[in-house]
């Protein structure tokens, strides 16, 4: 089973373009670029399909 942070491989912030800065903060559920210090919110769903 994949980690959540493993979908965050081979993405791009879309703010400023940067190649795998994205950083995950899960008890937050915030995902932050190293570069540029952009945030966007995560919405998980746990426990199979919806």
């Not at 791009?12 to 899960?26: K, Q, V």
């Not at 670029?33 to 399909?49: N, Q």
Request: proline share 4%; with cysteine.
């Amino acid at each position: 089973m994949p980690e959540l942070t493993d979908f965050l491989d081979d993405l791009r912030c879309s703010a400023c373009g940067t190649l795998d800065s994205l950083w995950l903060y899960p008890v937050r559920g915030v995902v932050e670029c190293r570069e540029c210090g952009s945030k966007a919110t995560t919405l998980t769903v746990y426990g199979g399909e919806a």
